[in-house]
């Protein structure tokens, strides 16, 4: 399924950005000189693209790219020189990072080469990663006085668990897509120029569920590492009993006993 407008945000310089197909939107990183170093305008892009597309009947799933040596290099190391912590408190990076955070729709990265600092932070605001075999997860911050500032600590913690988390952050050592993929950081590594197809394929099978009950159980994963398992449990027993009300789950179930494929609207 392709569309001819509106355009997707015209005026874009950091990223680039599709048209929906299939109901999957590619997001690319690409600021190839600065090896896709999220400067705070492609932070600001990103959370733009992804408020429209939350609003996008046509996105059901978003698929985010970089380049193929580097996904991305962290934050924009020039704009943290002469920062004050009053400057990084008022800092409008963290609403953008919120926006991503926040973001209901299920997101496919594909990452390929480096996957650095605030560049493997933005990664695991993915829901799912593949990897190029020859990618590297990273969290170097160290090696520049500071720590990870978008949840990197927290996140990586979660999915690789401490040693290794501990091991990244203190050391800034990288990962390899082999071991990132033992560890649980990437669902599937493969070889490089598969990265996006792989992913790509997966977001446009995830665009062909149910949007509704998509985004509840993207939800409610989350809320694994969120809440108390009590309380996460608690609320996927809500969800689930929401999603008895939508005509998606009737479509559902009818196309099953009528033994013919669902058409699935999203309500
Ligand atoms: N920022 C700015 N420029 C960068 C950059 C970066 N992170 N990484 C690379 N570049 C620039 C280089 O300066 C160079 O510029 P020119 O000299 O050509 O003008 C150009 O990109 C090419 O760089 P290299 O020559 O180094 O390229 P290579 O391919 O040899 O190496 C590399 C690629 C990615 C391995 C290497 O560039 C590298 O190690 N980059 C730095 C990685 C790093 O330390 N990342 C952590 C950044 S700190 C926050 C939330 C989060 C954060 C901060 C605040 N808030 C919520 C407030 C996150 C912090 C970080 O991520």
């Known amino acids: 399924m392709t569309r001819e407008s509106p ?5 874009l310089e950091d990223i680039l950005v599709g048209q ?27 959370a733009d693209v992804l408020a429209q597309a939350s609003n996008d009947d046509d996105v059901r799933c978003v698929l985010l790219t970089g380049g193929e040596k580097v996904f991305a290099a962290g934050a924009d190391i020039t704009e943290m020189k002469d920062k004050s912590p009053v400057d990084v408190i008022n800092d409008p990076r963290g609403h953008y990072w919120a926006a991503i955070r926040d973001f209901a729709k299920p997101i496919v990265g594909a990452v390929n080469g480096f996957c650095l600092g605030g560049g493997n932070e933005l990664a695991m605001h993915c829901d799912i990663l593949f990897a190029g075999n020859t990618a590297q997860f990273g969290q170097p911050e160290i090696n520049l006085g500071i720590i990870p500032g978008a949840g990197g600590t927290q996140r990586l913690t979660q999915m690789v668990g401490k040693s290794k988390a501990m091991r990244m952050v203190l050391s800034g050592e990288f990962m390899s897509a082999t071991e990132a993929e033992k560890a ?5 590594v493969c070889e490089p120029e598969l990265t996006i197809d792989k992913a790509l394929t997966l977001a446009k099978k995830i665009a062909k569920k149910p949007p509704l009950a998509a985004r509840l159980a993207k939800e409610s994963v989350l809320n694994a590492a969120d809440t108390l398992l009590s309380d996460g449990i608690k609320a996927e027993r809500k969800s689930f009993a929401t999603l008895f009300a939508s005509s998606d789950k009737q479509e559902g179930v009818s196309a099953f006993m009528e033994k013919r494929k669902p058409t699935f609207k999203g309500h």
């Open 7 to 11: 355009p997707y945000l015209a005026g």
């Open 20 to 46: 929906p197909e299939d109901f999957v939107l590619t997001i690319r990183l690409n600021r190839p000189k600065a090896r896709n170093a999220l400067r705070t305008q492609l932070l600001k892009e990103l």
């Open 184 to 188: 649980g950081l990437i669902a599937e």
